[in-house]
């Protein structure tokens, strides 16, 4: 079965840089949260959308923006990068009221 | 913003032994998820709970609303269970789509 697809997979970037994650749902599924999770942390929730309207909020910082898109996939675009932003960064995707599937995630690197 | 608390931290059990991991928040919510996460970071989901029980092969989830209380547990463990098994709560946001609030996880070894 099809699972939540993220791109890239790892992404290496420097001091006030910015870079763009890319989240693609299951199929049918219209709604997408984006998490952080840094190193020995556990995840934190960022933002969420439901039918490409945002729909909760979490700690999100001002720098990153996201948005999803008219075929359900999400980006999360993240500026002025900092070295506390190196992390994983999952996405996950659900129909209303269904559990949330992951993706593998993204890993952040601030060099 | 509703706290998770999970119990043990860390547990090494024997492989055929029963396992128990606890999990308490402190608000009101919308559904407790159970996760499981392996080394490799990727996050899968075992259950999405708002009431009573769920089973499913080995794993077995009960959740007691009144008490904010949920348990998960392993019936018959195999060392391929090891993994960190997180906690994670829904809360109502209004808009629906309710990112989750995660507990610490549990990191469970088993032996064989």
């Known amino acids: 079965a099809a699972g939540v697809i993220q791109s890239p997979r790892h992404l290496i970037k420097e001091k006030r840089e910015t870079a763009t994650l890319k989240c693609y749902p299951i199929?049918?599924?219209?709604?997408v949260y984006w998490y952080q999770q840094g190193p020995g942390q556990d995840p934190q929730f960022l933002i969420s959308f439901y039918e490409k309207m945002q729909s909760d909020k979490g700690s999100i910082p001002d720098r990153f923006s996201a948005q999803q898109f008219s075929d359900y996939h999400s980006e999360l675009n993240m500026s002025s990068l900092e070295l506390g932003d190196s992390a994983l960064y999952f996405c996950a995707s659900s129909s209303w009221g269904e559990p949330q599937h992951f993706g593998d995630g993204t890993r952040l690197s601030i060099l | 913003k509703n706290e998770v608390e999970q119990s043990p931290q860390n547990l090494t059990a024997q492989e055929g032994e029963f396992i128990t991991i606890n999990c308490s928040y402190s608000v009101g919510i919308s559904a407790l998820h159970w996760l499981q996460q392996h080394p490799g970071g990727g996050i899968v989901s075992l259950f999405m709970?708002?009431?009573g029980k769920k089973k499913h092969g080995r794993l077995i989830a009960t959740i007691n609303i009144q008490e904010k209380h949920s348990s998960l547990h392993i019936t018959a463990s195999h060392p391929r269970d090891s993994a960190v098994y997180i906690c994670?709560?829904?809360?109502?946001?209004?808009?629906?789509?309710?990112?989750?609030?995660f507990g610490k996880g549990t990191h469970l070894i088993i032996q064989p």
């Open positions: 199929p049918r599924h219209d709604t």
């Open positions: 709970l708002s009431s």
């Open positions: 994670a709560v829904g809360s109502y946001s209004g808009g629906g789509a309710d990112g989750l609030t």
